[in-house]
């Protein structure tokens, strides 16, 4: 008996989903709504290599909800053998250290803390909303983005901010992706075959939005965002680290608003802030061969935050075993990871130039065989470790 658990990741404007089957990690559906609120919404929905489209307007997460459903009536898996539903959830804020089976409770605990993560928790919620009222009868669980990294030490996770005020608004250090950083920090000990609690290590997590983590023996002890997704490193639309200062310089200076300034640093920095529009790593590279001055200086400011992570990172572990490379950038750029190792290679970071230009979806080792560091890639797979975590809870 299969055992299908559908995972679901809403964003503000879109659904993503899977169904998994954690008895042997086969997906048996992927799928996806798009552009939900606006006139020309779709569904995508794909099984057994065969793509179903539905165009049709969506109004709100409960319709696109809706509309996942017939797609599975029609095209099958059916939803009557989902044992449960992991959602996503972008902030567990320091309520929630684990994933946790859901009830009204968590759903008002989940509201309190979307001040927090005002752009992803409120259609998180829409979603769990909706898919309890479609899916009544099985268990829901959330599963954190915050969650691995709540083991991080006070003096990592504290801003040197007046601490009244920051207990006052729960503010400190709380950090994404946590959900990417935990299975492929597992996967690499499995890799290396050595106990996850023995390996020191660093993952950069490199997609559309990135972060870096700094991993002693399995425990999680700094990571590059903050208290928002913003901080950290230089990412596709979003700035990463800046001076704390320019945000009341801008206000004084060019007389903008905090949500002007909220939609500068997230939606106009960044890859794209830096030339004018490209985001993609792809279209970087074609605009940098072509000789545009403002791409190469892009790529440049963004190896750079990258590498004086990682330096910094390395001290604080006092050395490390393996360094990974993860998401749509670190997985499938080999330039980005050669000009990190290029400028780490003093501090034993030795790359064997051939096995990093080879493409794959397999996990896989990149570094030189006598490299004090193992340099390593590894495909992230969000959606089958919050499957795996949904499992977990319900058999607990
Ligand atoms: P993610 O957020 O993990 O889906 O990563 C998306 C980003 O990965 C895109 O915006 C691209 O910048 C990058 N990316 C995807 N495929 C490639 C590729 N083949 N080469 C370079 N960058 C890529």
Not at 196 to 216: F, K, M, P, T
Not at 230 to 251: C, E, I, K, N
Not at 277 to 294: H, K, P, Q
Not at 357 to 380: F, N, Y
């Amino acid at each position: 008996m299969p055992t299908p658990i559908l995972v679901l990741n809403c964003g503000s404007s879109s659904i993503k989903y899977q169904v998994i089957d954690v008895d042997d990690e086969s997906r048996l559906a992927t799928g996806l709504v798009q552009k939900i609120g606006l006139v020309d919404s779709s569904l995508e929905h794909t099984v057994d290599g065969i793509s179903h489209r539905i165009d049709r307007m969506v109004a709100d997460h409960q319709q696109a909800l809706e509309l996942i459903v017939s797609a599975f009536g029609m095209y099958g898996p059916p939803l009557a053998d989902v044992v449960a539903v992991g959602h996503r959830a972008v902030h567990g804020g320091e309520a929630f250290r684990q994933p946790v089976q859901i009830d009204a409770g968590v759903i008002d605990k989940l509201r309190e803390l979307s001040p927090l993560a005002p752009l992803h928790n409120p259609p998180g919620i829409a979603g769990i909303e909706a898919a309890m009222a479609d899916l009544p009868d099985v268990p829901h669980v959330a599963v954190f983005d915050t969650a691995f990294f709540s083991t991080l030490p006070a003096e990592a996770y504290t801003y040197a901010i007046d601490a009244d005020i920051a207990k006052e608004y729960s503010i400190r250090k709380y950090g994404f992706h946590g959900t990417s950083h935990k299975y492929v920090s597992e996967r690499v000990a499995e890799l290396l075959e050595r106990p996850y609690d023995e390996v020191d290590q660093i993952v950069c997590h490199l997609g559309n939005g990135a972060s870096i983590s700094a991993i002693r023996g399995g425990v999680a002890v700094d990571t590059s965002m903050g208290l928002t997704p913003l901080q950290g490193l230089v990412m596709g639309t979003r700035s990463g680290d800046v001076d704390p200062g320019l945000h009341a310089y801008l206000a004084r200076e060019a007389g903008m608003s905090v949500a002007e300034i909220d939609r500068l640093l997230n939606n106009r920095s960044g890859i794209s802030g830096l030339t004018g529009g490209t985001s993609d790593f792809r279209d970087l590279a074609d605009r940098i061969a072509a000789g545009d001055v403002a791409a190469k200086l892009a790529y440049d400011v963004y190896i750079h935050r990258l590498v004086s992570y990682i330096g910094s990172y390395l001290a604080i572990l006092g050395g490390i075993d393996a360094i990974t490379f993860t998401a749509g950038v670190g997985e499938n750029d080999d330039a980005v990871r050669e000009s990190v190792c290029d400028r780490l290679a003093p501090l034993g970071f030795l790359l064997d130039d051939e096995a990093n230009k080879v493409r794959s979806k397999e996990p896989r080792r990149i570094s030189q065989p006598d490299s004090p560091i193992q340099i390593l890639v590894v495909p992230t797979n969000e959606e089958l470790a919050m499957a795996r975590e949904t499992q977990k809870v319900i058999s607990a």
